[in-house]
């Protein structure tokens, strides 16, 4: 429903008269986060941008609709690639929120558990295990087991986990997570398909080509089926099953994939 919308809400958003008013901040933020699911991530981080500027110009350091505006910005600019300014926005929110918010508070947790992941993106991978157990310990204390964010946080240590090289752990997490996503969860869900990724991944590390191969083969098929060609998780997949292929020796799987994604790469003007 929302993509039927979402070219009117831009329009709305470029139109020079649109007026610098509160409402004009809220539908930037919703539109940013429409475009990040739809992987334009440069264009989601322009619009949180837009709407936290706005908003630390008008609300207090603790106000939540200035948090929430800081935590998605920071949350685009991991998935732009910018980890620095994520990480040093989500500390700030993180600090604010462990001075006003309790322990199970959902919001302290959702923030801790971005910064978890943003501080295994930038190489700090002791930071991110250690704040990363703290949050799934809660979530796991407060949350029933399919509950989505203690699924999520459990999904992000098992890949703290494996980046630690500790894939014992990574690998019996990722198929607690895949086993509960795949009961719950419709088999196009972006969640259920980037447990199963990660948990492929996890698989080669420990040799399990033959496993990696399946999984993400069949992670591809669906990602194939419901992701626009250059969908930045799609190429991802994709890439990662190309080097699956050439370590199981399949050199012709490999060549063939290679050169439909250079045709997409052509066809987007990706580098």
């Known amino acids: ?40 991530i440069k264009e989601a981080v322009r619009c949180f941008e837009e709407c936290w500027r706005w908003r630390s110009g008008q609300f207090a350091e603790e106000h939540p609709s200035r948090l929430v505006s800081q935590h998605e910005l920071a949350r685009a600019y991991q998935a732009d690639g910018q980890i620095k ?20 508070h ?8 971005v910064l ?16 990363l157990e703290q949050v799934v310990a809660v979530r796991e204390r407060t949350l029933a087991e399919e509950h989505p964010d203690r699924q999520t946080s459990q999904h992000v240590l098992g890949i703290a986990y ?24 419709a088999e196009e869900h ?24 399946e999984l993400l083969e069949h992670v591809v098929t669906i990602l194939g089926r ?24 399949q050199e012709q799987k490999a060549m063939d994939l290679e050169q439909r994604m250079a045709a997409v790469r052509t066809r987007h003007g990706i580098s």
């Open 162 to 185: 494996q980046a630690d090289g500790q894939i014992k752990k990574a690998v019996a997490l990722l198929e607690q997570v895949v086993a509960v996503r795949e009961r719950t969860l």
């Open 116 to 131: 978890g992941g943003a501080y295994g993106s930038d190489g700090q991978i002791k930071k991110a295990v250690a704040l």
């Open 1 to 40: 429903m929302w993509r039927t919308y979402l070219p009117h809400a831009l329009r709305i958003l470029h139109q020079a008269g649109a007026g610098d008013m509160e409402e004009r901040y809220e539908l930037s933020f919703w539109v940013g986060r429409c475009l990040q699911v739809e992987g334009r």
């Open 190 to 213: 972006p969640d259920r398909l980037a447990s199963q990724h990660n948990l492929a991944l996890a698989y080669q590390t420990e040799g399990d080509l033959p496993q990696v191969v």
């Open 106 to 113: 959902p919001n302290r947790l959702a923030s801790q558990h």
């Open 226 to 249: 419901t992701f626009a060609e250059d969908h930045p998780s799609r190429l991802k997949a994709q890439w990662n099953l190309i080097h699956v292929y050439r370590a199981h020796g």
């Open 85 to 104: 300014r994520a990480v040093a926005l989500l500390e700030q929110v993180v600090t604010v929120q462990e001075r006003t918010l309790a322990e199970e």
